[in-house]
């Protein structure tokens, strides 16, 4: 028996009979004692013609029909086609030249100047919110640096013990 048998998983057998099988229940149907009203009866939606009739399949003939006409044969070769010239899409199209000065509408202006501020507050918005995470994770850090150092301390205190211990056998 060692000293840190206690640590180790003790295996419990049990002897336990095997579990009995399921016993199925069948529900309890009623009597037939209710009397239910006939059922209506419906006219036909469709046409009479969508009842099941008898249609007659041909039989299939063994060997398969060869073509009335032979293919004919081609007396030209099949022309080649050349490939074209690859087109460059990063060509930039030709300046055009501004014809005269460009109006926008005032509410137009407007709301672009909007839209800008708003642009503007979410920046804003987003610096502070990632001020606030590196300021998080400097405590973060510096509580895992803590940690660190407490857990080194106990490992030399542990180390210390266990020198002591043995060498006093």
Do not use: C, H
């Amino acid at each position: 028996m060692g000293v840190l048998d206690f640590f180790k998983k003790r295996q419990k057998q049990l002897d336990l009979p095997p579990p009995p099988p399921p016993e199925f229940l069948q529900p309890e149907l009623p009597e037939d004692d209710l009397e239910l009203p006939p059922l209506p009866e419906l006219e036909p939606i469709g046409p009479e013609e969508t009842k099941a009739t008898n249609y007659e399949i041909p039989p299939l003939e063994e060997e398969f029909p060869l073509p009335l006409e032979p293919m004919p044969k081609l007396e030209e070769p099949m022309k080649t086609i050349e490939p074209q010239e690859p087109i460059d899409l990063t060509k930039e199209k030709p300046e055009t030249k501004s014809r005269g000065p460009i109006f926008i509408k005032v509410d137009d202006y407007r709301n672009i100047l909007e839209n800008v501020n708003v642009i503007r507050n979410k920046i804003n918005e987003s610096d502070y919110i990632i001020e606030a995470l590196n300021d998080l994770k400097t405590k973060i850090d510096s509580e895992f640096e803590k940690w660190r150092e407490e857990f080194e301390e106990m490992q030399r205190k542990v180390m210390y013990m266990d020198k002591a211990l043995f060498e006093g056998r």
